[in-house]
């Protein structure tokens, strides 16, 4: 069993900036990918941002120039610094991990942490 927590979501005023963290543990093998959906009330939950285990990374539209995707191997950890915050960026975001087991990359999430933009 794979564990992901999440943290750092809250309220923030636009143009403000939050840094969301997730932190991986249970039988991990191995990452491949690491990265951060998000799912409004009412909406389908999207990708965000994605890193794989040799850092490449691929970011939603919406969100480029404005979030950084990054993470510590060592301590199973991803982080998504967001910043220029938009009240469209309102959400919950979900934490993903993907791992190969026997051939097969299955999928671990989190669950989830409320992020809201408004004046």
């Known amino acids: 069993q794979v564990q992901l927590v999440e943290s750092g979501g809250g309220s923030v005023q636009p143009g403000g900036s939050l840094r969301l963290s997730c932190v991986a543990s249970?039988?991990?093998?191995?990452?491949?990918?690491m990265g951060w959906y998000r799912q409004a009330p009412g909406k389908q939950r999207d990708l965000v941002a994605i890193i794989t285990d040799d850092n490449s990374t691929n970011y939603a539209d919406s969100v480029k120039g404005r979030f950084t995707i990054s993470r510590d191997n060592a301590k199973n950890t991803v982080y998504l610094q967001m910043s220029s915050l938009k009240p469209e960026d309102t959400a919950v975001y979900y934490c993903?991990?993907?791992?190969?087991?026997?051939?097969?990359?299955?999928?671990?999430w989190g669950q989830g942490t409320q992020v809201t933009v408004s004046t």
């Open positions: 249970g039988s991990i093998l191995s990452i491949y990918v």
């Open positions: 993903n991990l993907g791992s190969f087991i026997t051939g097969t990359l299955y999928h671990y």
